[in-house]
């Protein structure tokens, strides 16, 4: 009995130090987001400033970068490899951002830090999904996404309390990451090595040849069924509303200010609370009810009430009232939609040895993605405002059609129970016990 308490414990600890990447990476993305009229002001920055700074940021093109580099090391050289470094490379680009003295050092900051986050993800959520019990798997990935929310929430207090300094608050917010960075890379010393990794990738030397193992978790694996419609799948309904999701995530605050017409301080309070309200959901609802209920059907709740949020924006002018109303049904159905669905379920339907790539690859594609549209979003807000949440409306819509269409059946299973189902590594069958 105490032998299984202990293991528990470890288990939760290990998703703790893992989920701590959602922390920094959601905080820096929030902490550029509520400092970003702040930064344009400043500097004197055009819409093209703007747009740049976001594309390139770690909600953008070079988290995108990192990740699908960082998922493919994972891969091949182990899990825990990613944790000797990424975090110090974290650190040293927020001291870009805490420094920054023009534009163009805040972009390089940005740079670095998407870099090392993106790279951070796929490393972090596979650990979180090979170190749970398969009946508790959704339960573990969900505090991943509790982290995700509680970085912008203490990003945004600060932001508030700050608000009086000007740029030098958003700095001391920037101080506020470095500091987290280097505590949760000392603390990251001491994690273990994911032992289906290591297992698997005993076996495999052991009975594959070099050749065989580049045709079967290489990227070109990802042509071939079942991977492509697998990575096809997760790409598509995350992707997508990711579209959705970053813009609000980088630009909402922004947006108040400059089409709503709200203080600084007013439009980082009202984000603050939306992140607040994500992570009740999580934590009450996906938490919970991920490994007991039907999916789809959670799925498909949490994806019915951002749309309707958001359409709040799309038919309503832009007052205090929408505003409110679009927070509280975006970020309640948001902790049981996409983010938390997409951790659980590209965690489970690739192998061993092709999971952390895949991870890597679709956050890769989908943060690109997202980068190249935020180049675009300061435009469009500039133009029509109504215009552009209708885009959003609908990228929300196809999202939430894509995931309850195609959601795999994978509740309460093992990982190797579902790769035998898929119909993949079957001859490096590692009998893990959940």
């Given at each position: ?46 819409n093209t400033w703007v747009g740049l700074l976001a ?201 108040l200010r400059t089409v709503g017409s709200q203080t ?57 009232l929408v505003a409110f109303g679009y927070v509280l ?106």
């Open positions: 009995m105490n032998s299984d308490a202990s293991v528990r414990t470890a288990q939760w600890k290990w998703t703790f130090l893992a989920s701590m990447a959602n922390y920094i990476d959601a905080g820096s993305i929030v902490a550029g987001a509520a400092g970003l009229s702040l930064w344009q002001a400043y500097f004197h920055m055009s594309a390139f940021s770690s909600n953008g093109i070079s988290a995108g970068v990192g990740a699908l580099l960082g998922g493919r090391i994972c891969d091949l050289f182990g899990r825990k490899r990613i944790y000797s470094w990424d975090l110090l490379v974290y650190a040293f680009g927020l001291l870009w951002i805490i420094f920054a003295a023009a534009p163009w050092m805040l972009v390089v900051g940005y740079v670095i830090v998407g870099l090392a986050v993106g790279a951070d993800i796929p490393a972090s959520w596979t650990i979180i999904a090979e170190l749970a019990p398969s009946g508790s798997r959704g339960k573990h990935s969900g505090m991943a996404i509790i982290l995700w929310n509680t970085g912008p929430i203490v990003c945004l207090l600060m932001a508030f309390a700050l608000s009086s300094l000007g740029v030098l608050g958003t700095r001391l917010v920037f101080i506020q990451l470095f500091v987290v960075a280097i505590i949760t890379w000392m603390m990251r010393r001491g994690m273990v090595e994911s032992s289906r990794w290591k297992a698997a990738t005993v076996q495999e030397h052991t009975l594959t040849r070099r050749s065989e193992h580049r045709s079967r978790y290489g990227f070109r694996s990802f042509f071939k069924r079942p991977h492509f419609g697998a990575i096809v799948f997760c790409i598509g309904f995350f992707g997508i509303w990711n579209l959705e999701a970053g813009t609000n995530g980088f630009f909402f605050p922004y947006i600084q301080s007013t439009s980082v309070l009202m984000q603050s609370f939306g992140f607040l309200l994500g992570l009740v959901s999580t934590a009450c609802f996906f938490m919970p009810l991920n490994d007991r209920v039907n999916r789809r059907w959670l799925f498909a709740l949490g994806g019915a009430l951002q749309i309707v949020g958001m359409m709040l924006f799309a038919v309503f002018p832009l007052t205090m049904l975006g970020n309640i159905g948001g902790g049981v939609g996409q983010r938390p669905f997409f951790q659980v379920w590209s965690a489970e339907l690739f192998p061993t040895r092709l999971r952390s790539t895949a991870q890597g690859l679709a956050y890769g594609i989908v943060r690109v993605g997202v980068g190249l549209w935020s180049f675009f979003v300061p435009v469009l807000t500039a133009t029509g405002f109504h215009v552009l949440a209708w885009m959003l409306t609908g990228f929300l819509f196809v999202s939430a059609c894509i995931g309850v269409i195609w959601a795999p059946n994978t509740k309460g299973k093992s990982l190797e129970e579902i790769a035998v189902e898929r119909g993949y590594d079957t001859d490096f069958h590692i009998g893990h016990p959940s």
